[in-house]
């Protein structure tokens, strides 16, 4: 969907160095959402937002931090990169309603070397 | 916590045969089941979805079947052709913003 976009799609960064990924909605859902994809594990939730100035954490949260000062924009930092977040993230969002699905950006592809 | 389990992680079909997908869920208060379709490289999209309060819904050649009392629901895709290959996701959502989803399945047309 083109109402919510990821950046950048691709970032190979070095242990120890802090990295943040980016992540815009046009839509103002509310609620949006910080996922990582691995291979065996599908996708793990990192962080969440239920509006702006509200977060809490999710299924894996350690070694990320996020903040969002604005309904549109949620980035997600590594504060000290680990070859074990090698992962593709992907950003979502939702308006939080019953049967509201989630509605993903296109993912950035992260490699730690 | 709440779980979900989907299988087969993996499936193959001859192109025109049907393909199901099945995921289990632990908590009883799940309300809302949405199935993903990722193909590779790609973001998961939404491709279907039911409601706690209902039992069967269809679009197309796709349905999905929901049985609360053994809290398992079902993809079918019917007529599957070669662009229907790519992973599927189910995921239960509990409440207002908590989404569990499955390991996935990767699903193989064979032309």
């Known amino acids: 969907d083109a109402g919510i976009t990821q950046s950048p799609r691709y970032k190979i960064t070095e242990t120890g160095r802090q990295v943040t990924l980016m992540c815009h909605q046009t839509w103002s859902h509310s609620y949006m959402f910080w996922y990582r994809q691995d291979l065996g594990h599908g996708l793990r939730l990192i962080y969440y937002s239920a509006a702006a100035d509200i977060t809490d954490k999710g299924e894996v949260p350690d070694g990320y931090v996020v903040s969002r000062s604005k309904t549109e924009n949620f980035p997600l930092t590594l504060e000290s990169a680990t070859r074990s977040q090698t992962s593709v993230y992907f950003c979502?969002?939702?308006?939080?309603?019953?049967?509201?699905?989630?509605?993903f950006g296109n993912g950035t592809r992260l490699t730690v070397t | 916590g709440e779980n979900v389990e989907q299988h087969p992680s993996t499936l193959s079909v001859q192109e025109g045969d049907s393909a199901v997908i099945k995921c289990t869920y632990s908590?009883?208060?799940?309300?809302?089941f949405p199935w993903y379709k990722q193909e590779l490289g790609k973001r998961p999209q939404l491709i279907i979805d039911?409601?706690?309060?209902?039992g069967e819904k269809k679009d197309q050649r796709i349905a999905v079947t929901l049985n609360k009392t053994a809290k398992h629901f079902s993809l079918h895709i019917t007529e599957t052709q070669p662009e229907d290959s790519a992973v599927y996701f189910c995921a239960a959502k509990e409440g207002t913003y908590k989404y569990i989803f499955g390991t996935g399945t990767r699903l193989k047309v064979l032309a």
């Open positions: 979502a969002s939702s308006t939080g309603t019953g049967g509201s699905p989630l509605h």
């Open positions: 039911i409601r706690s309060n209902v």
């Open positions: 908590d009883s208060a799940s309300n809302y």
